[in-house]
């Protein structure tokens, strides 16, 4: 429907009710007549009439419009018809773009009309406002000037006959019903259009006054003048207002589809347009500060060509992504990441041999071989100026110092410092990363400690390589041969970075309790340093200089008000500990620390020298005794050594005999190996029984029971082949075994000595027991004499190639 300017323009319904809204009845200007329909349908018409063209409308009778007055002759017409309280004949042109027409571009059908009022507008146009009075029909031109003159012939509309007034009232009811739903629909009417049609009371008015108002052609509002019947002309207005329902409902729909659709984004758009003018009116918004400090940070960057032209190729993506969408996270992450990176950022190494040789025995007593390593890294490194640097595999027993190692190393040679913990890991991301299409992707812990570090050339410490896990996700234990083979970290890929990253210049320290769980593979890679466990002299000294006085500064005990005596720190490392290492020492001492402390808190008086009885009332009664050598000095039993995850340990093998079949017994919790250790033994007596003096009708006519003490530890290995060949031959012959003599060593059947291993953890092991003399394979003597003489003095060794030799050393005759 047509907009109607309801302002401007008010329905008449009730003119008795509304007068007093207006000064004069003159100035209320209905859009529709209120007069009613005889009063319009009487009218006279004169033969002829002045023809008025309108272009774009068609006037309906009863219906009042607003013309605008454009051309001159139309002007003329107007306001000569309006001196003379005329009539005139409104004409709908054909073609509305025709500015002078003729008489045949004009509608023979037409309305007489009557001027209301003139108006002149402040733009100094004229517009009229016109009310159509009846229908006509153009028959003659007789007159074309000033205007059109033309004969005419009234026609007269037909208004239904009384049976059939209800079908006439059911159509005008649709009318009104469409109609409204036409002004709800349409954004171009006025909701207050609805208040016109619900208020019109006269079925011819509503139906002229709907067709005049439609949104439909001037050529479709001419077919509905033509109809003389207002019945058919109001069920041809019914069929063009359903198809504009249609189209209106139809339109609406997809506009709400759309509107759905678009509405989210239309919001957020706004939403980041007022955000993004707020942040320029503050300065410059966030997304454009964070990729001008990330340009910033790259210009100071030391990385090569390959890493430069990524970044920037990131950089440019980052710069095109909206920062709400998730990807804009990962993609700030993964640029942060290559920017925290030390690419090609080194520090410069301490070339000062000495100073670096202090700083190592400074800050750790003993691990000779370690330090004299690193050393010749540094001399090598100082006078080549560039070397790949070393793997290093530390291996021996907890607490002796391996991990603690890799701080004095970096402070010797004044690098940074990383350790990995590589105990449990068992995902090879862990080492390499993800990619970082992943969510929650990261690069590995190689690269993230490299990070840590803010140094390419750092001391890494890969701590508990022996304790790498293997799963479904991978075998980082084959992740990390890449990483400790100096002829490929230096092209070393992380699955995150997605560029090769140099590790050659790392100093690699990985350490391990024992070599049997490392692949053979990542043992090639790694040079091999055995840290063995301390003897009680440096195990005093250890405490003395670094485990007491730290935890006197840890509990707050000043230096003056305590002190241990070196005799008094044996008694400790004897009686409360018992390791290799000095793990447990430093948990009594730092036992000892908290009893004193209390004291101190408490005002208690107490010795500043802590002797044995003081130790004993704070420490409890001694936990460890049974390493002392025991004088058994009996027939049968055997003093042997042991190697253990803690360090060496003395053994004993029992052995009895009891009337029976010659049945050998093993008890202990032995293993496999150790038993058949002991079947090895007994079947070299047995064929050696004549050397030994020893009669058939013993070895047929007794059990042979042989048993290792503390059955609740398992025990396995071939280390006491000798040990339970000696107590087999001892307990056969009667003959007692020298005091103070211990063995280890394998056997073969035809009584050849094997070399067993853990050889300095054994010796240190028969030391603090107080054994005196140690029966070896000849094949030992080479481990033996890479021993500081420290760990060997007081002790006598005898070196053997087959049984007869031991059992000669070992038995008294």
């Known amino acids: 429907m047509q907009k109607v300017n309801m302002d401007n323009f008010k329905i008449s319904i009730n003119k008795a009710n509304l007068s007093d809204m207006y000064e004069s009845e003159a100035e209320f200007i209905p859009i529709v007549s209120n007069e009613d329909e005889p009063e319009l349908s009487d009218i006279d018409v004169p033969q002829e009439l002045p023809i008025l063209p309108l272009r774009n409308t068609v006037l309906f009778p009863g219906v009042i419009v607003p013309i605008s007055l454009g051309r001159e002759t139309s002007l003329k017409l107007v306001k000569d018809v309006q001196r003379s309280n005329g009539l005139f004949g409104a004409l709908a042109q054909k073609e509305a773009d025709v500015d002078e027409p003729v008489i045949e571009d004009l509608y023979h059908i037409g309305t007489v009309a009557k001027v209301i009022k003139l108006l002149e507008m402040p733009d100094g146009s004229t517009s009229a406002i016109i009310q159509g009075k009846k229908r006509f029909e153009l028959e003659e031109l007789v007159a074309t000037e000033p205007y059109f003159k033309a004969k005419v012939k009234a026609l007269n509309d037909i208004e239904p006959e009384e049976d059939k007034s209800r079908d006439y009232e059911a159509l005008i009811s649709s009318l009104k019903d469409l109609s409204l739903r036409i002004i709800k629909y349409s954004s171009n009417i006025p909701p207050e259009a609805s208040f016109a049609v619900k208020n019109i009371e006269n079925p011819s008015f509503l139906v002229n006054f709907i067709c005049s108002n439609s949104e439909i052609s001037v050529k479709e509002k001419q077919s509905l003048l033509k109809i003389d019947e207002m019945k058919d002309r109001g069920m041809k207005l019914l069929e063009f207002l359903t198809r504009e329902v ?118 750790h007593f003993g691990l000779d071989g370690v330090k004299e390593r690193i050393l010749e890294h540094l001399a090598v490194l100082k006078l080549k100026g560039d070397l790949k640097s070393p793997i290093i595999c530390l291996y021996g027993p907890p607490g002796v110092g391996k991990t603690s190692l890799g701080k004095s190393v970096a402070d010797a040679l004044g690098r940074k410092y990383a350790r990995m913990s590589l105990g449990g890991v068992h995902d090879e991301a862990e080492i390499r990363g993800h990619r970082k299409t992943y969510i929650g992707a990261m690069p590995g812990r190689i690269i993230q400690n490299i990070k840590k570090a803010e140094s390419s050339n750092p001391v890494f410490i890969l701590d508990e390589v022996d304790k790498i896990g293997t799963s ?321 003095e007081g002790l006598e060794f005898y070196y053997v190639n087959n049984i007869k030799e031991v059992l000669d050393i070992a038995i008294e005759k």
Request: charged content about 30%; overall charge negative; cysteine-free.
């Open 246 to 363: 249609q189209l209106l409902e139809l339109k609406n729909d997809i506009q709400s589809k759309v509107k759905l659709d678009i509405d989210q984004q239309q919001r957020e758009y706004m939403l980041h347009q007022q955000m993004k003018h707020i942040q320029d009116e503050l300065g410059s918004s966030p997304v454009e500060q964070e990729v001008r400090e990330l340009k910033e940070r790259a210009e100071k960057k030391k990385w090569g060509k390959e890493v430069s032209e990524l970044f920037y190729k990131e950089l440019d993506k980052l710069e095109r992504l909206n920062p709400a969408t998730g990807e804009y996270s990962v993609q700030h992450n993964y640029l942060t990441t290559l920017l925290d990176i030390p690419w090609n950022e080194y520090t410069e190494d301490k070339f000062g041999m000495e100073s670096a040789e202090a700083v190592l025995n400074r800050d």
């Open 472 to 792: 479904a996700h991978g075998d980082p234990a084959a992740a990390l041969l890449e990483v400790l083979d100096p002829e490929q970290n230096e092209n070393f890929h992380d699955n995150f970075l997605e560029v090769d990253f140099d590790l050659s210049k790392v100093i690699f320290i990985a350490t391990a309790n024992t070599l049997g769980t490392i692949s053979q593979p990542l043992l090639d890679r790694m040079e091999l340093i055995e840290v063995s466990g301390y003897v009680l002299d440096e195990k005093n000294e250890i405490a003395k200089r670094h485990l007491w006085p730290k935890q006197l500064e840890n509990h707050g005990i000043p230096k003056s008000k305590l002190s241990i005596s070196k005799k008094a720190m044996n008694f400790i490392i004897e009686n409360y500990t018992r390791e290799s290492g000095v793990r447990e020492l430093n948990k009594v001492l730092a036992k000892l620390a908290r009893k004193y402390a209390l004291k101190i808190a408490t005002g208690k008086e107490f010795k500043k020298a802590v002797s044995t009885d003081d130790i004993k009332e704070n420490l409890g009664i001694e936990r460890f005794s049974k390493e002392k050598y025991q004088d058994t000095h009996v027939p049968g039993v055997v003093t042997g050594l042991a190697w253990t995850a803690v360090g060496g340990e003395i053994l004993y093998v029992e052995s009895s005999l009891s009337k029976g079949n010659g049945k050998l017994t093993l008890t202990g919790n032995l293993g496999d190996v150790m038993k058949e250790s002991a079947v090895l033994a007994l079947e070299y007596i047995k064929s050696h029984s004549k050397e030994l003096n020893i009669s058939q009708e013993q070895l047929e006519g007794n059990n042979i029971h042989v048993h290792v003490p503390e059955g609740a530890i398992p025990k396995d290995g071939p280390s006491a082949g000798i040990t339970m060949a000696t107590a087999l031959a001892s307990i056969y012959t009667g003959k007692k075994v020298k005091k103070r003599i211990a063995m280890t060593g394998e056997i073969t059947l035809r009584g050849k000595v094997l070399p067993v291993g853990g050889i300095k953890e054994k010796i240190l092991a028969a030391k603090r027991a107080g054994i005196k003399e140690i029966i070896l394979s000849v094949d030992n003597k080479k481990d033996v004499s890479e021993i500081k003489d420290i760990y060997i």
